[in-house]
Each structure stands twice: as C-alpha cells, then as structure tokens.
C-alpha cells in the first residue's frame, strides 16, 4: 500500500478542524486509552441519523485490536 503525502497533509487540516469544532472527542479517546484500553473492553457506537433512525454496533476487543488502536494513536502522536 503506497502512501500518499499529499493525502496526509490534506487530512492533517481536515483532522485539525474536525478537533476545532468537536473538542471533546479527542478528549474522550485519550481518556479511553489511559483508562479503559485493555483486552476485553467492549466499545459500543450509537449513530442517530438526520432522519431518527439509530445504529448501534459493539465490539469486545481482543490483545490484537488493543495493539492495533495503539498504533494508530502512535502515528497521530507523531
């Protein structure tokens, strides 16, 4: 898989805007991976639509996803 740098600066600005304007999301995750990433956590996402209609989904996360999240939160940290 070939990276692309001119995709990661265009979502650099994006990832920086979308922080801007929902603070507390990227507060909530690093909440979460000081204190509840662990093997058998289970995360659990609720969407409600524009329309009403919600979406619910979870996941019990295994020893590979905790190091998986791990590494995505090292390339953000970079």
């Known amino acids: 898989m070939a990276v692309n740098p001119m995709q990661i600066m265009q979502f650099a600005g994006h990832w920086k805007a979308f922080k801007e304007r929902h603070p507390k999301l990227p507060a909530f995750f690093k909440a979460v991976s000081e204190h509840a990433l662990s093997e058998g956590a289970v995360f ?4 409600t639509g524009a329309d009403g209609r919600e979406m619910v ?3 019990k996360l295994t ?4 190091e998986t999240i791990n590494e995505i939160k090292d390339m953000f940290n970079s």
């Open 63 to 66: 020893a590979e996803d905790v």
């Open 57 to 59: 989904t979870n996941m």
């Open 44 to 47: 659990e996402l609720k969407v």
